[in-house]
Antibody, heavy 121, light 110 residues
Framework: VSLVESGGGLVQPGGSLRLSCSAS????????MHWVRQAPGKGLECVST????????YYADSVKGRFTISRDNSKKTLDLQMSSLRPGDTAIYFC???????????????WGQGTLVTVSS | QTVVTQEPSFSVSPGGTVTLTCGLS?????????PSWYQQTPGQAPRTLIY???TRSSGVPHRFSGSIVGSKAALTITGAQADDESTYYC??????????FGGGTKVTVL
């Protein structure tokens, strides 16, 4: 299993950024996927989850209305479109594989190495 | 607002046993929350240790075990080794796509 994130960088408050995750080594379309972030020196927060299709998406309250998760099962990619970014969104964003068939048991299975997003003027 | 509680830190001697817990600000943790545990060392991505309360992820040593102890989920390290020095996170699945992580427990082996 390989999950490789890209797209991180420095962005000004109020700006936008699109993160991507390229997956390989497993049947991408058969797994739920997540974006989990970690602010510098802080704990983990699941900001968004997507089911096997784009009809099931979930967002943490902290990003609802500003972030959009999507997936392309044919390209084996997971994206996170982030807009109206705030300094509090500064974090490493991890692409994480969820569970097979989007069924229980529910947990975070495999993790990418993460991409750093810095929101600062 | 649901808060998942973990001890901020723990110290264990090499070869010793330590039990970390994962609780809820209100209520008890049960298997219905699918408690899972993750190990993270500085600069690295988290590693999945335990899922569904007590199932070890592939390649995880048997010295790591999960359980429910009283009203909390628990992670026990039996025979701690130097490279177990890490921060350990638990997470509970609240349903409807909602996940709540604990604040993490930093384990020192000395």
């Amino acid at each position: 299993v390989s999950l490789v994130e890209s797209g991180g960088g420095l962005v000004q408050p109020g700006g936008s950024l699109r993160l991507s995750c390229s997956a390989s080594g497993f049947t991408f379309g058969a797994y739920s996927m997540h974006w989990v972030r970690q602010a510098p020196g802080k704990g983990l927060e699941c900001v968004s989850t997507i089911g096997l299709s784009e009809t099931k998406t979930y967002y943490a309250d902290s990003v609802k209305g500003r972030f959009t998760i999507s997936r392309d099962n044919s390209k084996k990619t997971l994206d996170l479109q982030m807009s109206s970014l705030r300094p509090g969104d500064t974090a490493i964003y991890f692409c994480v594989r969820g569970t097979f068939g989007d069924t229980s048991p529910y947990y975070f299975d495999d993790w990418g190495q993460g991409t750093l997003v810095t929101v600062s003027s | 607002q649901t808060v998942v509680t973990q001890e901020p830190s723990f110290s264990v001697s090499p070869g010793g046993t330590v039990t970390l817990t994962c609780g809820l600000s209100s209520g008890s943790v049960s298997t219905s929350y699918y408690p899972s545990w993750y190990q993270q060392t500085p600069g690295q991505a988290p590693r999945t240790l335990i899922y569904h309360t007590n199932t070890r992820s592939s390649g995880v040593p048997h010295r790591f075990s999960g359980s429910i102890v009283g009203s909390k989920a628990a992670l026990t390290i039996t025979g701690a080794q130097a490279d177990d020095e890490s921060t350990y996170y638990c997470v509970l699945y609240m349903g409807s796509g909602i996940w709540v992580f604990g604040g993490g427990t930093k384990v020192t082996v000395l």
